[in-house]
Nanobody, 120 residues
Framework: QVQLVESGGGLVQAGGSLRLSCAATGSIFSINAMAWYRQVPGKQRELVARITSSGSTNYADSVKGRFTISRNDAKNTVNLQMNSLKPEDTAVYYC??????????????WGQGIQVTVSS
């Protein structure tokens, strides 16, 4: 079993910064892609940023130049540095990881979600 636990959310004023972290624990052999998604009530969950096992990244157009995703494979963590935050960044942010378990089966796991609120 694998768990993803997010941390670092909260309330920040527009223009401020937050750093989200997600730690994967459990029966992990390796982790493929890791990503951050976000969702607001009444809307579909959307991809914010994604990083592959080789370090390639892609970002939603709305966050390019403001957010940076990174990963630490030694610690099985993925981070999202969010700068120049805007009220429209307010959402519940979810960590996502494609994990190869010690059984050598690959599964997709989600974190429980963490609230980010940006006040104007």
């Amino acid at each position: 079993q694998v768990q993803l636990v997010e941390s670092g959310g909260g309330l920040v004023q527009a223009g401020g910064s937050l750093r989200l972290s997600c730690a994967a624990t459990g029966s992990i052999f390796s982790i493929n892609a890791m990503a951050w998604y976000r969702q607001v009530p009444g809307k579909q969950r959307e991809l914010v940023a994604r990083i592959t096992s080789s370090g390639s990244t892609n970002y939603a157009d709305s966050v390019k130049g403001r957010f940076t995703i990174s990963r630490n494979d030694a610690k099985n963590t993925v981070n999202l540095q969010m700068n120049s935050l805007k009220p429209e960044d307010t959402a519940v942010y979810y960590c996502d990881a494609v994990v190869m378990a010690t059984t050598l089966h690959e599964y997709n796991y989600w974190g429980q979600g963490i609230q980010v609120t940006v006040s104007s």
